[in-house]
């Protein structure tokens, strides 16, 4: 072979080196894509990654649990001279525990319990002790609904203004110093006109508005006939219905309110329609639509004082679906069939009811009335030492009512039957629509 040349020589050096160099640049390439295999690939056996195998895929996200919450409501706690009479020790005091005790399970194990206050605490500095027509009660009385689990208390009703602006203000002292809540009347304007309860992280807006006497020409509310002074007409929740366009702006304006404090469902407490009268009246239906139609969710009735129908009612566009219950009767009263006779014979006004619903938040946000019922309640007056007591027993279930309260079985089946009589249809109707179990069936079953 030829010599080769130096020339030759050091090409032939360059063309090694050069390929010396190539052979370590792949080498780098393929060590780099294995280590970033290696780093972003993970240990995938079953070759790709597809974020379901392999020791080091993220984990599913645990899903969010259903949230409920369930309200329970009474109608009008009422209390008569009889009653504190009956209630009075013999220290001079007043003990009412008598008149919640059976209801008290029912209330406690409720996320919230809601009693309409059907009077006021007004305190010996508005006089002696009094019943109807202007009622100034024990404040014992107070701590009985505190004890009972009684935790929000509905103050606008026609009885709101009976011991004047001082007993008014009196009595939302007398009740929030027990940690009772209250809606429907305020101390001054910078408290707000509802309330919006966080129950298990879902949010319920409430108000309760009564129904003024005030006719459309007066300009000062009148409540039960008195007339408010001017400092006390604007703390007062009302409605006159010969300006009811006022009120329709007013609720508006309170709805929208709510739903800016983040309400999910809203739920308006009316005293309103006829005493003694077992039928919602034009105005109540009038207003009831209205209110479906602003967005309302629920509408709980009292005055009364007996039990009237409940509704489902639909908004005109189709947007809200709406629960009306007409009147919740009393609670508690000495409305006693002897002494109604005129009024209510049957003994109407010594029947109640209690509603308990109950709402579901699911994951996204929605929340839903999942559950509603109605039980029937009724008053009974007994004595105890020459003096007379009241207590209100529940009918959740009849048959079993009646084998708890033996001596006063029948009783309880005649209240039970005027209930059933009057709002059996409407509520079979309203858990059907909500897909609830049917708890109270209509009439005719």
Known sequence: MAKRTKRQQAILKR?????????????????????????????????????TGGNNSTPKPEPIPDKFATVVSIGDIMCHSTQYNGAKTADGGYDFSHFFKELS????????????????????????????????????LANAIS???????????NHTYDTGFFGMKRTLDVVRNLGIETNGSRKDETEAKYIVKDLNSIKVGMVSFTYE?????????????????AEAGPLVNSFCYGKIDQFYTEAQEIINAMKNDGAEYITFYMHWGNEYQRTQNTWQKTLAQKLSNMGVNMIIGGHPHVVQPIEYIYSEDGQTETVCVYSLGNAVSNQRRSLMQTNAPK?????????????????????????????????????????????IYPMENLEQAKAKYPNIASKLNESYLRTKEIMGKGLTEAQEKIGCEVTFPSPSE
């Open 15 to 51: 063309r090694i080196f050069l390929s010396f160099c190539s052979v370590v640049l792949i080498a780098a390439i393929l060590a780099l894509s294995f280590v970033g295999c290696s780093i972003f690939g993970g240990n995938n056996t079953n070759g790709g990654n597809n974020g």
């Open 105 to 140: 399970p029912y209330f406690k194990s409720a996320d919230l319990a809601v009693g309409n206050l059907e009077l006021t605490f007004g305190g010996t500095e508005s006089g002696a002790w009094r019943g109807f027509p202007t009622f100034n009660t024990p404040d014992q």
């Open 147 to 157: 004890d009972s689990g009684i935790g929000l208390l509905m103050t606008a009703n």
């Open 213 to 229: 006497t005030t006719s459309a020409t007066q300009t000062n509310k009148y409540l039960n006939g008195l007339r408010l002074s």
């Open 347 to 391: 003994g109407h006004t010594e029947d109640g009811l209690m509603v308990k619903y109950t709402l579901k938040k699911t994951a996204d946000g929605t929340v839903t009335l999942v559950d509603f019922e109605a039980i029937p309640t009724w008053v009974d007056r007994y004595l105890v030492g020459g003096k007379y007591k009241y207590t």
